[in-house]
């Protein structure tokens, strides 16, 4: 954990002296092309875990996995599955490293039934691409919510006459959880999903355009259709597009718990604001948990560490948003996480 939080105060210092930018390609029905993929200097090591098989995306990119099983899973007694997306600029190691999940997996009770406790984690792994992020996660590891065709069914779609494939994040996480869905250790009517920053915002993107998703937990996300400086940013709506400016939600009745900082990284809690008051016309069951630097909940974000609620890009204009907020950032809500792992226990998925 103290290297994971000295990794990214050493890259927040950097972002002092470096200009924010940004260059738009072109918006298109699912807001901007897919990013450019640049070199990968991450390991991942799936520690204390197994790597699962690779598998090849789309774009002929090889992908990876980690898998923690208690040895409890069995087909016989299948167990809920938690899917953790990671941080940009991490790997999905942060999960054992960085989070306390792994230290109730065989004692939560995720089912309602005391004789079935602990459940199953899958940790896909992201790719380094570019980001629509401030610098230096302008680029690195993590997730692609900024294309955001997620057609539900996995599929390319039309468009005027264009063909847009799936993410092939999106396409990713579905892989790895149908392998693990077809060893029939996993309870498919509890299937969660968890996720950190950047793995957050993938995370809300996902599991709105994915029905098997039964709830979300989530920690410090940004908001994955407008944040910082996102040349095509979208609204959520739950009718048929009617712009490039709107994206349709498949599954916007997905329960949401959302736990972030009231002094964050950039400014990144009223964002956060902004995307409940996008989800919750749409009847989003969003609960929003505002918490201070001692991880006590409060009631509002702190103004001085960000207004703007696309976030702040520059370090001139929020500085204790790039200092304390980052701080607060890097590490995991550990007083949370049982609030967390019993909001899954509230919600199951309709029979399958």
Request: hydrophobic share 35%; charged share 20%.
């Amino acid at each position: 954990m103290t290297n994971l939080r000295a990794r990214l105060l050493f890259c927040v210092a950097i972002v002092m002296a470096l200009p924010a930018t940004a260059a738009a390609d072109g918006c298109n029905p699912f807001g901007n092309s897919p990013r450019p993929m640049v070199q990968d200097l991450t390991q991942l090591g799936c520690v204390n875990g197994t790597m699962m098989a690779p598998w090849t995306d789309a774009d002929g990119t090889t992908r990876h996995a980690c898998l923690y099983e208690p040895a409890s899973a069995a087909p016989t007694e299948p167990l809920p599955l938690i899917v953790y997306l990671h941080p940009s600029l991490f790997t999905a190691d942060t999960l054992a490293v960085a989070t306390n999940i792994l230290d109730y997996q065989t004692t939560a009770n995720l089912t309602d039934d005391p004789a079935r406790p602990g459940f199953i984690v899958v940790a896909p792994e992201g790719r380094a691409t570019m980001h629509y992020y401030p610098q230096p996660d302008d680029q690195g590891t993590g997730w692609d919510n900024w294309y955001r065709q997620l057609e539900r069914r996995g599929r390319d779609v039309v468009a005027g006459g264009v063909t847009y494939p799936q993410n092939v994040d999106a396409a990713t996480i579905d892989h790895f959880i149908d392998v693990e869905i077809a060893t029939g250790k996993v309870d498919t009517r509890r299937i969660y999903l968890t996720g950190w920053s950047n793995g957050s915002a993938m995370g809300f993107l996902y599991a709105l355009s994915r029905r098997r998703i039964a709830a979300a937990a989530v920690y410090t996300g940004p908001d994955p259709f407008e944040a910082f400086n996102d040349p095509c940013p979208q609204h959520p709506v739950a009718h048929r597009a009617r712009s490039l400016a709107e994206l349709q939600v498949p599954h916007r009745r997905l329960p949401i718990l959302h736990v972030h900082n009231a002094c964050d990284i950039a400014g990144i809690c009223p964002n956060g604001e902004l995307l409940m008051s996008q989800l919750l016309p749409l009847r989003t069951p969003f609960t929003d948990v505002i918490i201070d630097g001692s991880q006590q909940q409060v009631l509002t974000c702190d103004p001085g560490c960000g207004t703007n609620p696309d976030a702040d890009v520059n370090f001139a204009d929020n500085p204790r948003g790039y200092t304390e907020g980052s701080q607060n950032h890097t590490r995991w809500p550990s007083s949370w996480t049982v609030t967390m792992l019993d909001f899954f226990r509230q919600h199951r998925g309709p029979r399958r």
